[in-house]
């Protein structure tokens, strides 16, 4: 098993960086995948980015790609989500997300993740 603590979020203005970062606890965090989640008021929870355990696998959404970054240090068993050009869109709840290993494939969905942070909250004022 493993716990996730969420930090780094603020309230930034429009066009604004932040680095969201989740810590890990346990030794076998290099066997999980992670995953950023954001869910806005109202909304459903959805799928941000998305890292594979080597780092060597990385997966975006549409409305991110191209301003945020997913990244993780095995070594201090954390996942960072660096997010830039920041839109009032972007505004919602932040939570990391691991997958632990298993044999059946990925998807992009929250049913493909086991442990969940509490979250962390991102406000884009325009």
């Known amino acids: 098993q493993v716990q996730l603590v969420e930090s780094g979020g603020e309230t930034v203005q429009a066009g604004g960086s932040l680095r969201l970062s989740c810590a890990a606890s346990?030794?076998?965090?290099?066997?999980?995948?992670m995953g950023w989640f954001c869910q806005a008021p109202g909304k459903d929870r959805e799928l941000v980015a998305h890292?594979?355990?080597?780092?060597?696998?990385?997966y975006y959404a549409q409305s991110v790609k191209g301003r945020f970054t997913i990244s993780r240090d095995n070594a201090k068993n954390t996942v960072y989500l660096q997010m830039n050009s920041l839109k009032p869109g972007d505004t919602a709840v932040y939570y990391c997300?691991?997958?632990?290993?298993?044999?059946?494939?990925?998807?992009?969905?929250?049913?493909?993740?086991?442990?969940w942070g509490q979250g962390t909250r991102v406000t884009v004022s325009s």
């Open positions: 890292i594979s355990r080597s780092g060597g696998y990385t």
């Open positions: 346990g030794r076998t965090f290099s066997t999980y995948d």
């Open positions: 997300a691991a997958r632990a290993p298993r044999d059946s494939p990925w998807y992009p969905l929250r049913s493909s993740y086991d442990y």
